[in-house]
């Protein structure tokens, strides 16, 4: 539905903003709350794929997902790791 959309784009903006806190303070808060959100959206995303398949934004949503799980292995992960090591 609309609303579990808006959901899952507020979790991913949500996802933003604590990895940027993170790298702007260096509070490692932040990571958890980052993985938190990754929890939620992939069961959001689990939830609401089945829902949508038989219309044309479930390419979207599909697309969008490919795209932000992308973004959280080549990005939010490496930066993280990279944080977390003291030699960096």
Known sequence: SIIEIGELESL???QAVGLKNFLLTGNRD????VEA???DTEALAARIEPL????DVADNVGDAMTEWRQWYEDFV???????RDPMT
């Not at 949508?52 to 219309?55: M, Q, R, T």
């Not at 992960?77 to 990279?82: D, G, H, P, V």
Request: net charge positive; glycine share 0%.
């Open 37 to 39: 959100k990754r929890a």
């Open 30 to 33: 932040w990571v958890e709350r």
């Open 52 to 55: 949508l398949a038989h219309l």
């Open 77 to 83: 992960l490496r930066q993280i790791t990279l944080m």
């Open 12 to 14: 991913i903006d949500d």
